[in-house]
Nanobody, 120 residues
Framework: QLQLVESGGGLVQPGGSLRLSCAASGFTFDDFAIGWFRQAPGKEREGVSCISSSGGSPNYADSVKGRFTISRDSAKNTVYLQMHSLKPEDTAVYYC?????????????WGQGTLVTVSS
């Protein structure tokens, strides 16, 4: 059974950092691209970042470039989203998703999400 489980969310002050994790199981991790998305209250879901199955050339939304870094650890079947210089507008539920084609083009499976709240 394919499963994606996010963790690492929480409350952080503006300017702080968090690292989100997306633990994958039930599929061949190295074949899938993994993306991070977020949805703030009252807003549409937006793509944040994605890393291809090969791990090369990750992409980022303009709003997080230079502050967020995505990485993957094949030994742990986990993708991370390191977030620095957090802003109140980063507050959202963050989801990871898996793309079976490996190229960050379309997502077949989704996690349940983890809440990030940036507030003083």
């Amino acid at each position: 059974q394919l499963q994606l489980v996010e963790s690492g969310g929480g409350l952080v002050q503006p300017g702080g950092s968090l690292r989100l994790s997306c633990a994958a199981s039930g599929f061949t991790f190295d074949d899938f691209a993994i993306g991070w998305f977020r949805q703030a209250p009252g807003k549409e879901r937006e793509g944040v970042s994605c890393i291809s199955s090969s791990g090369g050339s990750p992409n980022y939304a303009d709003s997080v470039k230079g502050r967020f870094t995505i990485s993957r650890d094949s030994a742990k079947n986990t993708v991370y989203l390191q977030m620095h210089s957090l802003k109140p507008e980063d507050t959202a539920v963050y989801y990871c998703a898996a793309d079976s084609l490996g190229y960050c083009l379309g997502y077949d499976y989704w996690g349940q999400g983890t809440l990030v709240t940036v507030s003083s």
